[in-house]
């Protein structure tokens, strides 16, 4: 076997392994080339674009199968169509910035990093305490201390403005929806 005096087979490998590499990234670059985690992520991110885009497709074609209505009278179709045309808005605006953006700019952002879950877990666990407490205790008694936790705990004020700000909440959504719109909240044991 005869050794070429190139500066290409300076290195490790051989003339072959080098001359074969470059025939192969000539041709097919997969082969040689191995996506780094940045590429893979653009490669994934167009992925489930085109995904949804193919999704949104679906939904638009199914509903209006259904029936869109009329301008006057919507049909059971023109909610799904509606939803199907933003999906499909929203897939196509997230491929275009996914071939537009540069692999510099699309750096991996530890979104997790520095997160605080306490708040979220107690708004978790308040909001299973309020179904299980609304038929219990009723929808008056229950919203208002639902309301009164979330205005301590999300943005602390003072318990007079929390107190206030949740009366006039809870009284509003009373005054809309049970009497004016007559809908059913449960009374509980306290009967109001």
């Known amino acids: 076997m005869a050794v070429l005096l190139n500066p290409l087979c300076l290195s490790r490998k051989s003339c072959q392994e080098i001359l074969l590499e470059k025939s192969l990234s000539l041709h097919w670059p997969p082969l040689v080339q191995k996506r780094t985690g940045e590429n893979r992520v653009v490669l994934y991110d167009r992925i489930s674009g085109f995904i949804w885009l193919f999704l949104g497709l679906i939904i638009c074609v ?7 209505g009329e301008a006057g009278s919507p049909g059971p179709g023109f909610i799904p169509f509606l ?4 999906l499909i808005l929203l897939s196509f605006i997230f491929l275009v910035k996914s071939f537009l953006l540069s692999t510099d700019s699309r750096r991996e952002k530890n979104l997790w990093k520095g997160l605080r879950w306490d708040k979220p877990l107690l708004v978790v666990i308040a909001l299973f305490a309020y179904i299980l407490l609304l038929p219990v205790f009723g929808y008056l008694v ?10 301590k ?23 809309i929806f049970g009497l004016w719109l007559n809908c059913q909240f449960p009374k509980g044991v306290l009967k109001f």
């Open 142 to 151: 229950v919203t208002l201390l639902f309301m009164v936790f979330l205005g």
């Open 153 to 175: 705990l999300i943005q602390p004020q003072k318990w007079t403005m929390i107190i206030i700000i949740s009366i006039l909440s809870v009284a509003a959504s009373y005054l």
């Open 62 to 68: 199914m509903s209006y199968r259904i029936d869109l």
């Open 83 to 86: 939803t199907g045309c933003l």
